[in-house]
């Protein structure tokens, strides 16, 4: 849900706050927007990666719920890049309360389907490192791994969307 709120805080920014003309410039607007998302996701990927590399030197460092909640809340500052698409196209068209009540309906679609998909990959994971016992150094290989791959591959992943958006857009 924040994901899609950040979008339309971003789309409403833009349209009415900047006052740039979104009906001439629908495309420029979802670009621009798209990118800012991308360079969001990438440092959430950086940010990542050097908390696996800290992690890794402190070894014995336990997970809080802060720290979830603080890395979940800034995952979801980044604009989904659907509900941007939908917002500007609604403003563009001079329907934007439609295009409010769709993000909100894609919004808690995503919602129920990220949430069980999360809840199974925690189990997955748990379940996977429970084989290890927590004194051996395989534990704690598997964690750092697992930290390190997951944020590589966000990285490489909004380098690679957010490359693609800077070359179609030049």
């Given at each position: 849900?924040?994901?899609?709120?950040?979008?339309?805080?971003?789309?409403?920014?833009?349209?009415?706050?900047?006052?740039?003309?979104?009906?001439?410039?629908?495309?420029?607007?979802?670009?621009?927007?798209?990118?800012?998302?991308?360079?969001?996701?990438?440092?959430?990927?950086?940010?990542?990666?050097?908390?696996?590399?800290?992690?890794?030197?402190?070894?014995?460092?336990?997970?809080?719920?802060?720290?979830?909640?603080?890395?979940?809340?800034?995952?979801?500052?980044?604009?989904?890049?659907?509900?941007?698409?939908?917002?500007?196209?609604?403003?563009?068209?001079?329907?934007?309360?439609?295009?409010?009540?769709?993000?909100?309906?894609?919004?808690?679609?995503?919602?129920?389907?990220?949430?069980?998909?999360?809840?199974?990959?925690?189990?997955?994971?748990?379940?996977?490192?429970?084989?290890?016992?927590?004194?051996?150094?395989g534990y704690r290989i598997a964690q750092n791994t697992f930290s390190f791959a997951g944020a590589a591959f966000i990285i490489i992943l909004s380098s690679t969307l957010l490359l693609g958006a800077l070359l179609n857009e030049y």
């Open positions: 849900v924040l994901h899609s709120f950040s979008a339309i805080i971003l789309i409403v920014i833009i349209h009415f706050f900047l006052k740039l003309p979104l009906l001439s410039s629908f495309a420029n607007t979802t670009d621009i927007a798209l990118i800012l998302s991308y360079l969001i996701m990438l440092c959430v990927g950086i940010w990542l990666l050097i908390k696996s590399f800290q992690k890794k030197i402190i070894t014995e460092q336990k997970h809080s719920m802060a720290n979830l909640l603080f890395v979940s809340s800034i995952s979801g500052l980044v604009p989904c890049p659907g509900a941007l698409i939908i917002l500007a196209f609604s403003i563009s068209i001079e329907s934007m309360l439609m295009g409010i009540l769709s993000i909100f309906s894609m919004a808690i679609g995503m919602m129920i389907t990220v949430s069980l998909t999360g809840i199974i990959v925690i189990i997955s994971k748990n379940t996977f490192l429970a084989t290890f016992s927590a004194n051996k150094p």
